[in-house]
């Protein structure tokens, strides 16, 4: 069993920066590909970004040359630095983990899940 806990969401206007957090539990958080997803307010959740297990990072479009994902082993801690931030990118920010070997983009490939934590960017 893993947990995941997200810290880092917050409000900012646009055009500024955040730094999403997520500290898993376990021993064994090396070996899981990690997942960021987002939902807004009446859409369904959607891919943002991913980095498996090996370091091989995984984007959505509109966050490439925007978002950057990278992970700390050592510290069972996955990173999502969110730069150049618009409007439209508010949401709330959840977690994910699994042994996703190709299917990064659906959230159907993720077993844990934190609890999501929300960013709102103001126009």
């Known amino acids: 069993q893993v947990q995941l806990v997200e810290f880092g969401g917050g409000l900012v206007q646009a055009g500024g920066s955040l730094r999403l957090s997520c500290v898993a539990s376990?021993?064994?958080?090396?070996?899981?590909?990690m997942g960021w997803f987002r939902q807004a307010p009446g859409k369904e959740r959607e891919f943002v970004a991913a980095?498996?297990?090996?370091?091989?990072?995984y984007l959505q479009g509109s966050a490439r040359g925007r978002f950057t994902i990278s992970r700390a082993n050592a510290k069972n801690t996955v990173y999502l630095q969110m730069n150049s931030l618009k409007p439209e990118d508010t949401a709330v920010y959840y977690c994910?983990?699994?042994?996703?070997?190709?299917?990064?983009?659906?959230?159907?490939?993720?077993?844990?899940w934190g609890q999501g934590t929300q960013v709102t960017v103001s126009s």
């Open positions: 994910a983990a699994g042994n996703v070997n190709y299917n990064y983009f659906s959230d159907n490939a993720y077993d844990y």
């Open positions: 980095i498996g297990w090996s370091g091989q990072t």
């Open positions: 376990g021993r064994t958080f090396s070996s899981y590909a």
